[in-house]
DNA sequence: ATACCCATGTAAGACGTTACATGATTTG
DNA sequence: CAAATCATGTAACGTCTTACATGGGTAT
């Protein structure tokens, strides 16, 4: 139950609609959880129902209605007891991690693709996360920023995010320099 | 649907029961894949049924009789398939993040403890990963044996949790550093 | 013209988690 | 002698994913 939760983290930082908490929840952006929209939409509608989040609809002229949603002090102290509470370890689970696995038995052709392939997801996530930092940060320093700015949360979950991106990027080139090296070794004798 | 291909990758390795697939698949273990005995229980069952692994009753005395299962041809057919599709991009669930996220309005003290109880579970598991390494090498160098040694899958995949948990550890530390120090300078004026 | 963005949902189905059930044997 | 290990499941419930539905406005 920490989609809840997650949701009401985003909240924090400023009013949302459904929309644009489904942006941020996107695969392509999510630096501390991830969620479809229709997740999103339920979980609001559950959230609003149970009193933690409010919501003000906002009249546009050109585009749809939408409706903002601030977390009220309900909302707020749900937070402060999920934070006391131990968390459950995460873990991976990883399409490509399954493939790696079994790379004994597969064509390393196949996988060093695939390997590639994500370490281009992974270039393109550190880029936009290293812009995200740049952004936060200002013109401040990070040291800077890190004793003084305000909102440092999403800053350090999102230095996170960077970090394992780089991780993905550098072990899947790594693991595809030595895939290649074997293939090519075999291929010799 | 990677469930049943991670446990195919898993019974690639070596004839395993369920019993022991499901501490493979442990949350204190999986390097490369979680999930819940009942999940491979079930999974066994489905596989056996589409005739991608077939078991073999094994007798013991003192123990209660198992179940070995091993990958036929076309259940390693599947798995060839499934390493040619694009995986889909995997994505950040985590309790700690959420709370890191909301840090801003959250007491410090707590949130530091979280961050070091999730820095020592990372610890241990970067121990129990270097152990697996250092048995999957054997007394070969890390070059050597990946030049040559054979089962490189898992010793990749390991090597990628073993990274997985030093950012993991590192971030916790770092974090946690920050914070104590913002609530240090905040108590001083 | 075609496609994408804004904006919000419903419904069905797949997948994962929690709780329960059983029972002998080995370890501390 | 209590607790953990070996060994295999069933049942209920909660969460996530996939597919469908709608409709105006803006950019190429």
Known sequence: MALRHAVLAALLEEELSGYQLAKAFDLGVANFWHALPQQLYAELARLEAD???SGREVVQDTRPNKR????TDAGLAELERFATSADKPSFIRDDL???VQAADHLDA???IAR???RAEVADAKIELFGGLLRRMRGDRSEEEFLRDGDRIGPYLTCRRGLAFEEGNRDWCRWSAAILRERRAAHAER
Chains 1, 2 share one sequence.
Do not use: Q
Request: hydrophobic share 55%; proline share 0%; aromatic share 6%.
């Open 109 to 111: 052709g196949e996988l």
């Open 51 to 53: 009193g933690l989040v």
């Open 115 to 117: 390997l590639e392939e």
């Open 97 to 99: 991690l399954v493939k």
């Open 68 to 71: 903002l949603f601030t977390v």
